[in-house]
């Protein structure tokens, strides 16, 4: 990522107890992080950019942007982050391989820390889960939840489509999400060629 | 329940099929877990999805990680749960981490944020079709079908209409149905 020079000045005081502060920081949201990493991202940004300052807003930002855009789970963000830090602690992009390797273990070290505690939570749950899944109330958790969780994710689809105006201007959005509801719900239509047709769809500017 | 048709055959395949299932997940891997798990390898049902998924969803941490790990751990134990999770964040972790080296402008391009929005509607409907087919998961819901519909209706109002947070929702809808779900499974109704 290319550097704001006073960002990377701040940077390179990162000394290995802050390190280890922030990723102390990472393994304490972990537990709370309930409805996705993103939801913690006001957390991190008050930490990372207001209190400490080893961020910009505009990096803090584009990190979570780039994360949702690319493939690949959006709590990668926290991965991005960490590689910011770690390159501008060792020298910025163009100190060369050093600083890179430098980004790739602060990237880890962050991911690390966010998905430490919640995934040693979950294996945990789950292979108390398996033992005990005949027991009337694991069952009668997994019934019960099961309304609520497609609701949740018509929530989700719903919360992500573009502002509801039946105008010209967002007609073709709509339609386009309307298609592949339709797709997705009765075909087994690959979902490459669903993205594929939105990316072309949108460069062209019909969306 | 109906057992599922598949199950992985080695560690690698688990890494394979959770790379490729990573790398398709533009916006979010949610929208493909269920299409590539449930409907292409046929490793899970669709009521079995609903289970794992709704434990997945319970616990902190992404929804994908948590199933992901839960996966992995329960067709080869802690080796599995490994290399799910690494496959499912390598390949993408490596992607993000060059676009983040090599553009960081890139993104503010009309066309790039005009491809990027088309791309959102596309994934808006993918995640509502899959909701769609997670339908035919409640049939044998203890609650029985109109139960289930009311609460999911409930559900959408509640988290999509008003927004309220999450764990609330989860007090509000879900700790009531489940204590229900509880009391029609320990008095079934008396067969017609």
């Known amino acids: ?207 | 329940m109906t057992e599922p048709v598949n199950r992985p055959q080695s560690c690698w395949d688990l890494f394979m099929t959770f790379t490729w299932m990573a790398l398709q997940g533009f916006g979010g891997v949610q929208a493909v877990v269920q299409r590539i798990l449930v409907d292409q390898k046929k490793w899970l049902t669709p009521q079995g999805f609903l289970e794992d998924w709704s434990v997945a969803q319970t616990l902190p941490g992404p929804h994908v990680v948590n199933l992901t790990l839960m996966l992995g751990d329960r067709y080869f134990g802690a080796r599995g749960a490994l290399c799910a999770i690494t496959g499912l964040m390598l390949a993408p972790c490596t992607l993000v981490l060059c676009f983040a080296a090599l553009y960081q402008g890139l993104y503010e391009l009309p066309a790039v944020r005009s491809m990027l929005h088309a791309m959102g509607c596309v994934v808006s409907g993918m995640i509502m079709g899959n909701a769609l087919r997670l339908l035919q998961g409640l049939k044998g819901n203890p609650m029985g079908l109109p139960v289930c519909y009311a609460l999911l209706s409930v559900g959408f109002v509640v988290v999509a209409v008003w927004r309220i947070p999450l764990a609330l929702a989860w007090l509000m809808v879900g700790v009531p149905s489940s204590v229900w779900a509880w009391r029609c499974m320990v008095r079934p109704r008396a067969l017609p």
């Open chain 1, 1 to 207: 990522m290319a550097l704001h020079g006073a960002a990377q000045g701040i940077a390179m005081s990162l000394n290995a107890a802050d390190w280890l502060h922030m990723v102390l920081h990472f393994l304490s949201l972990s537990l709370i992080t309930f409805g996705g990493v993103v939801a913690a991202a006001p957390d991190m940004h008050r930490y990372l950019v207001d209190q400490q300052h080893w961020l910009s807003d505009p990096e803090f930002n584009s990190s979570i942007t780039l994360a949702q855009i690319a493939p690949g789970p959006n709590v990668l963000f926290v991965a991005i982050i960490g590689w910011t830090l770690g390159v501008q602690a060792g020298g910025g992009m163009a100190a060369g391989p050093l600083a890179w390797a430098w980004g790739v273990l602060a990237a880890f070290l962050c991911l690390l820390g966010i998905l430490g505690p919640s995934g040693c939570l979950t294996l945990v749950v789950n292979r108390w889960g398996m033992r005990y899944q005949d027991r009337a109330g694991v069952r009668a958790f997994k019934a019960g939840m099961a309304p609520l969780l497609i609701a949740l994710m018509f929530s989700t689809g719903w919360l992500l489509l573009p502002p509801i105006q039946a105008d010209a201007q967002h007609m073709p959005g709509l339609l386009l999400t309307a298609a592949s509801v339709l797709l997705m719900w009765k075909t087994r239509i690959h979902v490459l060629w669903l993205l594929a047709a939105g990316a072309v769809l949108g460069l062209l500017g019909w969306v």
